[in-house]
């Protein structure tokens, strides 16, 4: 229940004092543009000018100024220092979401993203826990294939398989889980994603940024997959690498959630990205570029499990 309103510092006042909290976090993003807007109120506008200034794109500072707006009709007062994490601030579904995904453990551990079945078994023979097939073909009858495979090289292991974008082939070959872009997402029919939903596969969703996350949770998927930290050849980004700082938070607001952090992420970096909170790191490179690639995820899940001790 929102509190007894404080009078609130004047709207360049409360700019600068959140610039001033969280610069140091957000140092390596460059400004972006202020978006326009006809939103009147007070700590929205300042909130709106100070995440665009710490580097947010115009849909990520506008779910950021509508938080902080809402976190301080909620509280009463107007707070610089508290970041917004609170996932009602957000317009989040209240828990227990009323049709969720059919769920997932909450800790994931090393997520091996592989480009064939042969590497899907390979990878789940090493003792990988989680394991995806990122098959790319625009043959249809490869695709069948190659999926059905996959699920038949994790048998007798403990792997769970996640299919990236061929839903309805996983469905029909019995895969445990669909791993979705944001805009593979985006353009799923209501009916369609019920199919989805009601099949009992796990569904895991991409986000680049708290707006895709917003988007994301309307879904009520298994998991969340956050990213990319760090830069990556791998893929074309249409985001900057989001960052430690920027992944923490992300890991704050959704933390009622499976979370994977991707993106960039060697053997080096596992304890800083764990320390964020997320219960799953996924690596591409790090296993399929090494030279004992079974040496490589051997070495990978023991920095998880260091990691969260």
Same mark, same amino acid.
């Given at each position: 229940?929102?509190?007894?309103?404080?009078?609130?510092?004047?709207?360049?006042?409360?700019?600068?004092?959140?610039?001033?909290?969280?610069?140091?976090?957000?140092?390596?993003?460059?400004?972006?543009?202020?978006?326009?807007?006809?939103?009147?109120?007070?700590?929205?506008?300042?909130?709106?000018?100070?995440?665009?200034?710490?580097?947010?794109?115009?849909?990520?500072?506008?779910?950021?100024?509508?938080?902080?707006?809402?976190?301080?009709?909620?509280?009463?007062?107007?707070?610089?220092?508290?970041?917004?994490?609170?996932?009602?601030?957000?317009?989040?579904?209240?828990?227990?979401?009323?049709?969720?995904?059919?769920?997932?453990?909450?800790?994931?551990?090393?997520?091996?993203?592989?480009?064939?079945?042969?590497?899907?078994?390979?990878?789940?023979?090493?003792?990988?826990?989680?394991?995806?097939?990122?098959?790319?073909?625009?043959?249809?009858? !490869?695709?069948? %294939?190659? $999926?059905? =495979? /996959?699920? #038949?090289?994790?048998?007798?292991? +403990?792997? @769970?398989?996640?299919?990236? &974008?061929?839903?309805?082939?996983?469905?029909?070959?019995?895969?445990?889980?669909?791993?979705?872009?944001?805009?593979?997402?985006?353009?799923?029919?209501?009916?369609?994603?019920?199919?989805?939903?009601?099949?009992?596969?796990?569904?895991?969703?991409?986000?680049?940024?708290?707006?895709?996350?917003?988007?994301?949770?309307?879904?009520?998927?298994?998991?969340?997959?956050?990213?990319?930290?760090?830069?990556?050849?791998?893929?074309?980004?249409?985001?900057?690498?989001?960052?430690?700082?920027?992944?923490?938070?992300?890991?704050?607001?959704?933390?009622?959630?499976?979370?994977?952090?991707?993106?960039?992420?060697?053997?080096?970096?596992?304890?800083?990205?764990?320390?964020?909170?997320?219960?799953?790191? !996924?690596?591409? %490179?790090? $296993?399929? =570029? /090494?030279? #004992?690639?079974?040496?490589?995820? +051997?070495? @990978?899940?023991?920095?998880? &499990?260091?990691?969260?001790?």
């Amino acid at each position: 229940m929102p509190q007894a309103a404080a009078p609130l510092p004047s709207a360049a006042a409360m700019e600068q004092a959140i610039r001033q909290h969280h610069a140091s976090a957000f140092a390596d993003f460059p400004p972006q543009p202020m978006p326009a807007t006809t939103v009147e109120d007070p700590v929205y506008r300042a909130a709106l000018a100070a995440c665009s200034a710490l580097g947010f794109i115009a849909h990520d500072a506008d779910c950021l100024a509508r938080a902080w707006a809402a976190q301080t009709r909620r509280t009463g007062r107007f707070d610089p220092a508290q970041w917004p994490d609170e996932p009602a601030d957000f317009g989040l579904q209240p828990r227990p979401h009323a049709h969720p995904f059919a769920a997932c453990p909450q800790n994931l551990g090393l997520y091996a993203v592989l480009p064939d079945a042969q590497w899907v078994g390979r990878m789940a023979q090493a003792g990988v826990p989680t394991v995806q097939l990122r098959f790319k073909s625009d043959d249809p009858a !490869a695709i069948t %294939r190659e $999926v059905r =495979a /996959a699920v #038949q090289a994790v048998q007798g292991t +403990a792997s @769970l398989l996640f299919i990236n &974008d061929h839903w309805r082939q996983a469905i029909a070959a019995g895969a445990y889980g669909v791993h979705l872009g944001q805009e593979d997402l985006d353009a799923l029919s209501p009916e369609e994603l019920r199919t989805l939903r009601e099949s009992g596969v796990r569904l895991g969703v991409s986000t680049h940024g708290y707006a895709e996350m917003v988007r994301a949770d309307a879904a009520s998927p298994s998991y969340i997959a956050m990213g990319a930290v760090f830069p990556t050849t791998l893929k074309k980004m249409a985001t900057v690498p989001q960052g430690v700082a920027r992944l923490a938070g992300y890991a704050r607001l959704m933390r009622g959630y499976p979370l994977v952090a991707i993106g960039g992420i060697g053997l080096a970096q596992f304890p800083q990205v764990l320390a964020t909170g997320v219960g799953s790191i !996924a690596v591409v %490179r790090a $296993v399929v =570029a /090494a030279d #004992q690639p079974e040496a490589a995820a +051997a070495q @990978l899940m023991r920095a998880m &499990d260091a990691g969260r001790r």
